[in-house]
Structures are given as C-alpha cells and as structure tokens.
C-alpha cells in the first residue's frame, strides 16, 4: 500500500531496468518504426525519399561528413545524458533513503 500511495519509491533496480530500456531498446524502436512507416505509408515514403534526394545532393563532401559526424555526436551525448539522468535518480534515493533511515 505505501508504493501505490508514494511514501515509498521504487527501488535502484527499477531504474536500472528503465534505463537498459531507454538506452538499448528506445533507439532500435524508434529506427524500427522510422522504417515501418517508411514502407506502410507511401506519402511518408514519397517525402522521405525526395527529402533525402534533395538534401543530400545540395550537400559536398565535407558537409556530408560534418552531418554524419554531428549525427553521431548528437545521439552520443543523448546516451550520456540519459545515464546521466538515472544517475541523478539513483544518487537520489540513495540519499533519501540514508535520510529516512537515520
């Protein structure tokens, strides 16, 4: 009964399951999906493949390898901060919980 009315948290465990599900399961999904609707419907199809021919041919080289790059540095550091963010969480109710037991 204290879980459903909050005076106690979920445990460490939790969030760490959590944060496997958003780091690992999260990006698969969302790129699963990209496809799925890609293939499913043809006006997300058409506009995919003329935005992508468009854009990419107005880009040279160097800008092609610096949007690769920023691509890659982006999702990078949304994967820190998401640790980040569950080692916030985690340092938290370990606090907490030192708190209420002393």
Not at 11 to 26: D, K, P, Q, R
Not at 71 to 88: C, D, N, Q, T, V
Request: glycine content about 4%; cysteine-free.
């Amino acid at each position: 009964m204290d879980f459903l009315t909050f005076k106690s948290f979920i445990s460490t465990e939790a969030l760490i399951v959590f944060y496997y599900i958003g780091a690992i399961i999260m990006p698969f999904g969302a790129w699963y999906f990209t496809i799925w609707s890609i293939r499913k419907y043809e006006i997300v199809n058409m506009s995919y493949e003329t935005g992508k021919a468009t854009f990419w041919k107005s880009l040279n080289l160097k800008q092609k390898s610096g949007l690769i790059i920023f691509l890659i540095a982006s999702f990078l550091l949304m994967e820190l901060f998401w640790r980040m963010l569950f080692e916030f969480l985690i340092a938290y109710m370990q606090i907490r919980g030192a708190l209420v037991q002393s």
